[in-house]
């Protein structure tokens, strides 16, 4: 006779890490011995969550007024509500503090772990599966799902069968394919009789044609300014923290503009400026600049543009003047004339970029893509479609930016998830 589990839990990330131990505690709670078993492919459990937020992990965004905290998840938000009331960011706060993890917020309201190490909130969730007798099986990649009727019944591990009552999909969407994250989900849910939305990177890196922003890679510029255009025209602006790259740009700025400079791509060419003196207008920067060339007459421009532009950017400016031939930099300052100091001024204030791409899922931090929410109960995250199924963070198709929104869906979903399949 088959062994049955009441919970399977296919996916140890965020997500499938909380709905497990979620789904342990909550028997336990109600006195009642539940069985739960999670299934990973990789040969150890969390490996996206380890490296994100370059390993300091984001672990959610203090923005505790839930209806603020929803109008960044777009045209989402409005089925989120239920769930975020059961489990939100304030839950997340005292979730991680209460096991021995205290949280500090910095700008935009980023929280992290205290000592800004990933691993500990890795090590956190471990702990809270392992203590709650969940039966871990790593190197277990599923390779079939199996359904009689509108229920799941088992799931296949090669020639290994596993059954449950009921199951909890938590693989994961498309980016960072390099820790397991394949996409496997979204394939499984379309042959359960989903619709699924085909994943595209939406929280990524811009390429660029321009070899004088790839002359500064690795370095950042804080409270950027960065307009796009279409064809000449402009669409949107939009301010924060810029880092160059050997391919083009990244950072938090760059990152949150991502979807929709994906939207604007296939309409013409689009190109960007780059101002990288924002609390500044045109005239207070002039008057700045021949400030400081007053006080070094005697100097050539190449050895002063250090005092002009933030730190770390000399190199690619020097680069992008002699390119397009605007003055000699080895000129003294004293015999620069006024429109060439004019044409120096109008250059920094607007750097000039064209976005070839998007960079890929490769690159992602997150996908967008997933399970429409209209065939999800999002009170209790479980499908409509599959009688015995729930679904949780990155299979869901919903749309965020970066700063901690993504974690705080996997912490939410599968916290719910995870509580609910004891009903």
């Known amino acids: 006779m088959n062994e049955i589990y009441d919970v399977i839990v296919v996916g140890g990330g965020a997500s499938g890490l909380m709905a497990a131990g979620r789904a342990a505690e909550s028997f336990k709670q109600n006195g009642k011995v539940g069985r739960v078993l999670l299934l990973e492919k990789n040969k150890k459990m969390g490996e996206k969550l380890k490296i994100t937020g370059g390993g300091r992990c984001n672990i959610t965004n203090a923005e505790y007024d839930i209806r603020e905290l929803l109008k960044y998840y777009g045209d989402a938000g409005k089925f989120l509500f239920s769930v975020f009331e059961k489990f939100g960011v304030k839950d997340t706060f005292s979730f991680f503090e209460s096991r021995g993890l205290p949280l500090v917020v910095e700008e935009r309201k980023r929280a992290f772990p205290a000592s800004h190490k990933a691993l500990d909130v890795y090590n956190v969730l471990e702990k809270y599966v392992k203590e709650g007798g969940v039966e871990i099986k790593t190197g277990s990649a599923v390779t079939k799902v199996n359904k009689e009727g509108k229920v799941v019944v088992s799931v296949n591990c090669g020639a290994q069968e596993y059954f449950a009552k009921k199951f909890i999909f938590a693989t994961g969407g498309a980016s960072h394919k390099e820790t397991g994250s394949t996409g496997d989900g979204f394939n499984w849910l379309r042959d359960l009789g989903h619709t699924v939305v085909a ?51 990244s950072g938090p700025l760059i990152l949150n503009s991502a979807s929709t400079v994906a939207d604007l791509l296939p309409a013409g060419e689009v190109t960007a400026i780059i101002d990288p003196f924002p609390s500044e207008d045109l ?24 005092e002009i532009v933030p730190a770390g950017m000399s190199k690619g400016v020097e680069f992008l003047i002699n390119q397009i031939n605007l003055i000699d930099l080895n000129k003294q300052v004293n015999d620069v004339r006024v429109e060439e100091r004019k044409k120096l001024v ?78």
């Open 346 to 423: 109008h250059l920094l204030k607007k750097l000039p970029v064209t976005i070839t791409s998007l960079m890929g899922d490769d690159r992602a931090v997150v996908s967008d893509g997933g399970v429409s929410l209209e065939e999800i109960d999002m009170r209790t995250m479980q499908s409509k479609v599959v009688e015995n199924l729930y679904v949780t963070g990155d299979l869901l198709h919903i749309n965020r930016p970066s700063g901690g929104y993504s974690l705080q869906l996997c912490w939410t979903t599968g916290y719910v998830a995870g509580g609910e399949v004891m009903n």
């Open 283 to 306: 005239g207070a920067f002039e008057k700045r600049i021949i400030g400081v060339f007053d006080e070094n007459k005697n100097k050539i421009v190449k050895n002063v543009l250090s």
């Open 199 to 249: 994943p595209t990177p939406s929280i990524v890196p811009l390429a660029v044609e321009d070899e004088w922003s790839k002359k500064l890679a690795g370095t950042t510029l804080e409270d950027m300014k960065i307009t796009f255009y279409v064809d000449g025209v402009k669409d949107f602006s939009k301010k924060g923290r810029l880092l160059f790259t050997h391919f083009g740009l």
